[in-house]
């Protein structure tokens, strides 16, 4: 499965963007999905994901309340909505799916697809 994220850009401090990530190749119904992100010389850290079926979205606790995960099967899209958005939120954006697990993890090594990325540049 190829993933492509957009959606990223330059916002102001308490903006809001909406990310998307198109699935090709493959449905992704069955997958479970995550966003991260990473600045640079840092590793890549959990930020939100959705299970293929049932469940709850799980979020880290520094998005909590301001982000939302969502998902689209009919149109094999997964989003990341952003509201309240910080300047710490600054950071490349990832979508990945996780073709093997029931409950969709926070760690990358659980994650077996992954886009491209696309950046958030969020200013005070």
């Known amino acids: 499965v190829q993933l492509q994220a957009s959606g990223g850009g330059s916002v102001q401090a308490g903006g809001s963007l909406r990310l998307s990530c198109a699935a090709s190749?493959?449905?992704?119904?069955?997958?479970?999905m995550g966003w991260f992100r990473q600045v640079p010389g840092k590793e890549r850290e959990f930020v939100a994901a959705?299970?293929?079926?049932?469940?709850?979205?799980s979020y880290a606790d520094s998005v909590k309340g301001r982000f939302a995960i969502s998902r689209d099967n009919a149109r094999n899209t997964v989003y990341l909505q952003m509201n309240s958005l910080k300047s710490e939120d600054t950071a490349v954006y990832y979508c990945?799916?996780?073709?093997?697990?029931?409950?969709?993890?926070?760690?990358?090594?659980?994650?077996?697809?992954w886009g491209q990325g696309t950046q958030v540049t969020v200013s005070s």
């Open positions: 990945a799916a996780d073709t093997v697990r029931l409950v969709p993890g926070r760690v990358e090594s659980e994650y077996d697809y």
């Open positions: 190749g493959r449905t992704i119904r069955r997958y479970n």
């Open positions: 959705i299970p293929w079926i049932g469940g709850s979205t």
